[in-house]
């Protein structure tokens, strides 16, 4: 273990994580209105893009391995779908 | 010389808390699990010698908040979830598909301290005062009024919840890639099947119950606006993201009971179980739609009509798969050799009380009468049907069927089949009489009530003393069993699965030789035993 480096790979994504958080931070500040969440939020997608590939090492695994991980995310749709139809279509009492 | 079997092969506590043998961690699991049925076992005693009379007389009202909601954290998340998958899963699973074990041993070991050491900290809340919020830890009462141990309880079923992720992610490992040579999916017992369709309701729900308890806790402990209105966040949040999680884990709790039903009833009608492919996808079908159901907890809670419409919609389509399976383990009953062997009994026990709980659940699953039901007692007998009269009933019966392979030794059958009999017999008079008082009226989560519901509270109480002995006297018969019982063959029940065709016990490695599979399961019938399973 003495001569082991972490992959380049791992190291730029780690760095491009970091960037990522200081432009949120810095993007937050700025008036944007609505749009900060989004911008916010296109981020975020980014940086879980960024840990699923390489840290999770999902880039370039079978097919089988890619169904279960991606089955992950369809419940989240799942979970923002029917939660959000509750939200968007409430009327006030 | 044989290969001593997996109880024999070492006697230290070392050889038992270290051990990765995934027979030997399904009684550690057992063990554990007793002992979570008794203090739950005990709320519940406490609960219903309160009820016994109109007028508060044992407990206060606040000691009698503590008293259901210890009850209802226990047996959910410390018994119920773990009780079938983790013990008889556990050890049976491996067998059935012609393994030597689970695919990841050691993370086997691993769930279990995970479950010890969340039910330690659970206990712990317990203990040091309980908490009053009832098992579905609600907000704003859960964030903002209660004075209970809300947080240490919650973070105890958190470390809980990754002792089930692990077991999840294990028997989907398994199932994929520990299969023994010819045995293809639609080879495979129905057994491994519902596991299998619970294992993906583990990985993919209990993350959600994760991080919703750890926004509880947030909210309570830092005041950040998450569920409360005035500082921001969303007053049905909280539910939503309970029932996320909690709709699907009821599925969690039946869906382990209808797997070892399959293997109770083709093995005492000595018939193939009929339609075994609308079985075997009923049981992912119910996996995939209990996720799309939850807001039916909501109805009464302020969520919009067009959510409750959906949810009310959608949960008429989950019955759906429960209904096939019904039909079908009755279509296996029809011209079968039935035999009556105490296994049975429960699994016929099991047939009639999952049916009234799942057909109840369709009443509260429309909307109207929904808004008469709600938080009454009609809510509590639907899911104590399908909890208790369901999984706890399959429960006993898989336990009854695979203790001559477990122990190696064989139990009185009279008091078997007397044990059987007294639980139908008691559960009924439990839990019937609550469908009654919550038509008429009696809400849940009160011990004071007017005098005109006494009648059924008191059949209710007595029926939960005749409950409470049968579920005593497997205490006697099956430990005595173990010291004084028969020893059992390898094959007691003259069935075709994988695990019979080892001995009883079976050694260390499970298997002398690799089995080899050809041919589908469940193949009763006098030329079974020509045909060899071992090659
Ligand atoms: C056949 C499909 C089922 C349907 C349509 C159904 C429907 C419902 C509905 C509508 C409620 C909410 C009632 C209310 O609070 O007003 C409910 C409550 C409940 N059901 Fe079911 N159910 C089904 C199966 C199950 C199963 C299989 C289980 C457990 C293994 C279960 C356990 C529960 C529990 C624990 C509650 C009450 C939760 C609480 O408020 O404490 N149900 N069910
Ligand atoms: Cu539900």
């Known amino acids: 273990m003495t001569n082991w480096w972490p992959p380049l790979t791992l190291v730029g994504s780690w760095l491009a994580l970091l960037a990522l958080l200081a432009l949120t931070v810095t993007l937050a500040y700025l008036p944007l209105g609505s749009f900060n969440s989004a911008v916010a939020i296109v981020i975020a997608a980014i940086k879980a893009t960024i840990v699923a590939a390489f840290f999770m090492e999902l880039r370039d695994r079978g097919a089988r391995l890619l169904i279960f991980a991606g089955a992950g995310l369809f419940w989240l749709g799942i979970l923002l779908w029917l939660g959000l139809m509750d939200f968007m279509t409430r009327t006030p009492a | ?535």
Not at chain 2, 40 to 68: H, K, M, W
Not at chain 2, 451 to 459: D, I
Request: charged fraction near 10%; include cysteine.
């Open chain 2, 1 to 535: 010389m044989t290969e001593p079997d997996y109880l024999n092969s070492a006697y230290t506590l070392r050889s038992w808390f270290f051990t990765t043998d995934h027979k030997r961690i399904a009684i550690l699991y057992f063990a554990t699990l007793i002992g979570f049925f008794f203090i739950g076992g005990a709320a519940a005693t406490a609960i219903r010698i309160e009820l016994a009379t109109p007028q508060a007389d044992l407990v206060s009202s606040d000691t009698y908040n503590r008293l259901f909601t210890m009850h209802g954290v226990i047996m959910v998340w410390f018994f119920l979830i773990p009780s079938i998958p983790n013990t008889l899963g556990n050890f049976i699973v491996p067998l059935m598909i012609g393994a030597r074990d689970l695919a990841f041993p050691r993370l086997n070991l691993m769930s279990w301290y995970l479950f010890i050491a969340g039910g330690s900290v659970t206990l712990f809340a317990i203990l040091a005062g309980g908490i009053d919020t009832g098992w579905t830890f609600y907000t704003p009462f859960s964030t903002l009024y209660s004075n209970s141990y809300v947080i240490v309880a919650v973070t105890g079923i958190f470390i809980a919840g990754f002792s089930s992720i692990l077991t999840g992610l294990n028997f989907i490992a398994t199932v994929h890639r520990l299969r023994a040579p010819g045995l293809t999916w639609y080879r495979l017992p129905l057994f491994i099947w519902s596991l299998y369709a619970t294992s993906v309701i583990l990985v993919l729900a209990t993350p959600v119950l994760a991080i919703t308890l750890v926004l509880l806790a947030t909210e309570r402990f830092l005041g950040v606006g998450i569920f409360d209105p005035r500082i921001g966040g969303d007053p049905l949040l909280f539910q939503h993201l309970f029932w996320f999680y909690s709709h699907p884990a009821v599925y969690i709790m039946i869906l382990p009971g209808m797997g070892v039903v399959n293997e109770l009833i083709s093995c005492f009608s000595r018939k193939p179980v009929f339609g075994y492919k609308f079985v075997a996808w009923a049981s992912l079908a119910i996996a995939a739609v209990g996720f799309l159901v939850w807001g039916h907890h909501m109805f009464v809670s302020g969520q919009s009509l067009l959510a409750s419409l959906v949810f009310s919609f959608m949960s008429f389509i989950v019955a759906v798969p429960s209904a096939i399976k019904v039909f079908n383990w009755t279509a296996t009953l029809h011209k079968g050799s039935l035999r009556f062997d105490a296994p049975m009994l429960y699994a016929l026990a099991f047939l009639g009380l999952f049916t009234i709980g799942g057909l109840t659940g369709l009443f509260l699953a429309c909307l109207a009468f929904d808004v008469h039901a709600t938080d009454t007692y009609f809510v509590v007998a639907h899911f104590h049907y399908i909890m208790v009269g369901g999984m706890v009933t399959a429960y006993f019966g898989g336990l009854h069927y695979w203790w001559p392979k477990i122990t190696g030794r064989l139990y009185s059958e009279y008091w078997a089949r007397t044990a059987a009999v007294l639980i139908f017999f008691g559960f009924n008079l439990t839990f019937f009489p609550q469908f009654v008082l919550g038509a008429e009226g009696m809400p849940r989560r009160y011990h004071v009530y007017p005098p005109e519901f006494q009648v059924w509270n008191v059949l209710s109480s007595g029926g939960a003393t005749i409950l409470a002995a049968a579920y005593l006297l497997p205490m006697f018969y099956l430990g005595y069993s173990l010291f004084f019982g028969r020893r059992a063959p390898a094959n007691p029940w003259d069935a075709p699965g994988l695990e019979w065709q080892t001995p009883s016990p079976p050694p260390e490695f499970n298997f002398e030789s690799q089995p080899v599979v050809t041919r589908a399961p469940y193949q009763y019938g006098p030329d079974f035993a020509a045909e060899p399973q071992n090659a």
